[in-house]
């Protein structure tokens, strides 16, 4: 079975989400894969300002299509020739990626970057990270790493006895399977 032949960054411009990028590239290299790089304008935000909010939300949207414009633009440069860049709006973006982008565009592996926001922020609005590891339908990365460029050496698992621990663990061995040797597999079962 291929795995990851379509792949979706999420990206708001962050030094966060540019994290993700780097590795979204790296990975769709490796894998032969397109790239799709999303941005989803909130438009939650701009719905609280009355007066200008017709030219906030522009102002938005164009930035949006800078950060894609750039993305691409990287993501070339870097040797891929599939990309494609996807912007949304909408005032829920974890949701509006997970319910429609990614079924519509066929996504098998997102990629984003851990949460910019802050502790209240996070709680009060949630995360696109975390709204897509508990919403998308594919396998999600959510990208800490300062170097997102340096191969894997060990990986943890932690499995319980549910189908989604077993996919997960699939997901790693078929992965694994590509990949040298001397990379080190660790699990760990959580029993109920």
């Known amino acids: 079975m291929e795995r990851y032949k379509r792949i979706l960054v999420a990206t708001d411009g962050s030094e966060h989400a540019e994290l993700a990028l780097k590795r979204g590239i790296y990975l769709a290299l490796q894998h032969s894969s397109r790239l799709f790089i999303c941005h989803v304008v909130e438009s939650r935000e701009y719905s609280r300002v009355p007066v200008y909010r017709d030219e906030i939300k522009q102002a938005a949207v164009e930035n949006g299509l800078n950060i894609l414009k750039e993305s691409k633009k990287q993501a070339e440069q870097a040797g891929l020739t599939h990309v494609e860049t996807i912007i949304k709006r909408d005032p829920f973006p974890q949701k509006k990626m997970a319910e429609d982008v990614l079924p519509l565009y066929s996504i098998d592996l997102v990629i984003t970057g851990s949460s910019g926001l802050g502790p209240i922020e996070r709680y009060v609005l949630g995360s696109v990270s975390s709204g897509m590891a508990h919403h998308a339908e594919c396998d999600v990365l959510v990208v800490r790493n300062r170097n ?10 932690c499995i319980d006895e549910s189908s989604m621990a077993v996919n997960a663990f699939t997901a790693v061995w078929i992965w694994l399977n590509h990949k040298k040797p001397m990379l080190q597999l660790y699990t760990y079962s959580i029993r109920h």
């Open 148 to 157: 997102p460029l340096e191969n894997y050496q060990r990986i943890l698992i």
